[in-house]
């Protein structure tokens, strides 16, 4: 994918669809739009996934609290739409066991019957029936647990994946389809044509700062947190539409919770539920709910979330995580649908929702990883209706993300590039290692530049290797060998080289708990 093709292709089309966004929800509504035969254009204003979509939980699910708020309708679409990645990436995602530990015999029946409701709501796209679990059966499965006062345990199954690597794969689809998607290329203004309908779309190329002007029949702002700028963009006087809530989470060694199944806390003691998830090798242990007031890329996590997930963590499990077992701490926001009344965060609908300015602009607010493809289908239902064209039907159901041909075993630490897997094993510095504690090789590196769309440092430590998240340490001191290929590879000088590395050692170091530079509330 050269960006410099990619970008004299874009400025003299007339464009069916512009998406501005390139989270979860852009990249669903993109992908939608181009595969129903729109000629479709994506513009993303940092990395694609670079805010909240690589800063998930890494689960797929319909949402066992979301059960208990009364939220049927949301449980059942999660549920399926999870049944439906789990087959149209089996190479990111897969089926995962949780255990909730009880330590009542009331607590017992109450999540078993709860969970038996969430087993029959996915239906045939069910991931396996939950089973009641003795005291004995509950240690086995959760080696690591502390076993005080435990009563019995409940297994239930949902689904796990990689937030991230599942953004840039489905970018890598939009343009196996015949769309085109670009990060890096910020939306600066939105104007009318003749007849007051949104159809110029300003936008600045932040690498380089070459300004285009775009042409486009339909527009959907899929912007998440940042919902609310394309919006004043349109109608300065609109209302905030957004609110967002911040949620962190901690990676711990394995050695936490040394077995295959993940840890679900029903009820901590800030009304949510906590996780522990194996993942990638490493433990994640999360997440927090605080609502925040200042949107930001790179949102910072708050010394009382810290805390709290450390404190409740450490209730529950036999060895007592610290603040130096900590090998990378992140914080990203939710974008949660603004309500009529207020509400606290936890409570407010993970539904999403669609509005329609006088203009046309189509936004998409709210909604989670799990249903991104149904995000997608529902706002370019609605776009088709406000342009009045004829209905088109949506294929997206059964599409393959782009990767998803071969499932490979785990244990090959490139598992997650599936079909792509053997090219990447086939480059130059295959088996020259950057990272042996993270399996990150300079074949990677390579790949993500030639055909993930990775221009920084960052985009190939944080979202095309996941180095970052697992162990920001580790990344850090890596960092310096991952600039010089990929300056070696796009001509980059070393002044633009000592940059790179010097632009992640700062962000890093909010990824770093010993040196966090800590956001007291």
């Known amino acids: 994918m050269n960006r410099t093709e990619q970008l004299q292709k874009i400025e003299n089309e007339e464009w069916d669809v512009v998406v501005i966004g390139g989270g979860a929800t852009g990249l669903g509504a993109a992908l939608e739009a181009t595969t129903r035969g729109y000629k479709t ?44 990645l789990l087959k149209n990436a089996q190479h990111l995602a897969k089926n995962l066991s949780f255990v909730i530990p009880a330590y009542s015999w009331w607590d017992g029946i109450f999540y078993t019957v709860g969970l038996k409701i969430y087993d029959w709501m996915a239906g045939r796209l069910s991931l396996g029936s939950s089973v009641h679990l003795s005291r004995k059966k509950t240690l086995e499965k959760l080696p690591g647990l502390k076993a005080d006062h435990l009563s019995a345990g409940i297994l239930y199954h949902d689904g796990q994946f990689d937030d991230a690597r599942l953004a840039v794969n489905l970018m890598q689809t939009i343009y196996d389809k015949g769309g085109i998607a670009l990060n890096y290329m910020k939306v600066t203004g939105l104007k009318k044509n003749g007849n007051g309908q949104l159809g110029l779309i300003s936008v600045e190329d932040t690498e380089t700062g070459r300004r285009f002007t775009l042409h486009a029949k339909g527009i959907i702002n899929a912007t998440g947190v940042f919902v609310d700028d394309i919006l004043e963009m349109d109608d300065p006087t609109i209302k905030r539409k957004i609110v967002a809530s911040q949620g962190v989470h901690l990676v711990l060694d394995r050695s936490f919770l040394p077995g295959n199944n993940a840890l679900m806390i029903p009820k901590t003691s800030d009304g949510r539920v906590l996780f522990a998830v194996p993942w990638h090798n490493k433990i994640v242990v999360g997440t927090t709910d605080n609502p925040v007031n200042e949107i930001s890329l790179d949102p910072v996590a708050m010394e009382k979330e810290i805390r709290f997930i450390l404190e409740t963590a450490g209730q529950y499990l036999e060895k007592t995580p610290t603040r130096a077992d900590v090998k990378s701490v992140w914080a990203g926001l939710r974008p949660l649908a603004k309500p009529e009344k207020s509400e606290k965060t936890k409570e407010i609908s993970r539904n999403h929702k669609i509005m329609v300015s006088a203009t046309g602009l189509v936004t998409i607010l709210g909604g989670k990883w799990t249903t ?36 490979l075993d785990e244990s090959d630490p490139l598992y997650y590039y599936g079909s792509d897997a053997a090219v990447v094993k086939s480059l130059p510095g295959a088996k020259e290692t950057l990272s042996e504690p993270l399996g990150i090789v300079k074949a990677q590196v390579l790949w993500a530049v030639r055909t993930e769309m990775a221009h920084t440092v960052e985009d190939v430590l944080a979202r095309r290797t996941r180095a970052l998240f697992l162990d920001a340490d580790e990344a850090v001191r890596i960092a310096p060998k991952v600039a010089a290929i990929m300056a070696e590879e796009t001509g980059k000088d070393r002044l633009w080289e000592e940059e790179q590395v010097r632009s992640f050692h700062d962000l890093a170091q909010t990824y770093l708990l010993q040196k966090l530079r800590v956001a007291i509330k």
């Open 41 to 84: 254009l994506l513009l993303e204003q940092s990395d694609f996934a670079k805010s909240t979509s690589s800063k998930a939980t890494k689960l797929l699910h319909g949402g066992v609290r979301y059960l208990a708020q009364g939220d049927v309708a949301l449980v059942r679409e999660a549920s399926i739409e999870r049944g439906l």
């Open 372 to 407: 991104y493809r149904k995000m997608g289908e529902d706002v370019v239902d609605r776009l088709e209706k406000v342009k009045q064209w004829s209905p088109t039907q949506s294929v997206t159901r059964n599409l393959p993300v782009h990767g998803s041909g071969q499932k």
